[in-house]
């Protein structure tokens, strides 16, 4: 799909013609290996025929050139993709300090407007909550009881 909308020469001649002309060779192993092992399934290695038995060892070899595939990574870790992602969390690392400190404030507001509001807002002295809520169990036994 590439190699059509590239075209040919830019495709293996281009800016990018190393790496495409790699990816194009693993590209065409991995065809080739699944082209002979399917030929060499549908031969019964069963009968004792030892150049189908060898030759399908020979598949397995083509099969670690596909490992090869794993350099593609190294194509893009040098995109600006992963350059961007990698400053990004750079700077999140770095701002991990800020983000505690500015926790801490938060927290800290929160508890001032908690006990404001408490005050402000809280019972008055003529409120019995033993009443409503029922008697604090003075033996842990009697815990499970309340509730």
Known sequence: VKIRSDGRREYFCGKLGAWNS???????VS???VA????FMAIDT???????????????????LRLMR????????KSPLFRDLGNMLAGCLMGAPSLCWVLMLLVGIL??????????LGPVGSDDHIAVCGKRPDDVSEFGDSL
């Open 22 to 28: 790699f990816d194009f060779s693993v590209s065409l």
């Open 31 to 33: 065809v080739i290996d």
């Open 36 to 39: 002979v092992a399917a030929a």
């Open 46 to 64: 069963s009968s004792g025929n030892q150049s189908a038995s060898s030759a399908l060892r020979a598949v397995v070899i083509l099969r670690v």
């Open 70 to 77: 794993i350099v593609r990574i190294v194509k893009l870790a």
């Open 111 to 120: 508890y001032v407007a908690g006990a404001t509001f408490r005050i402000l």
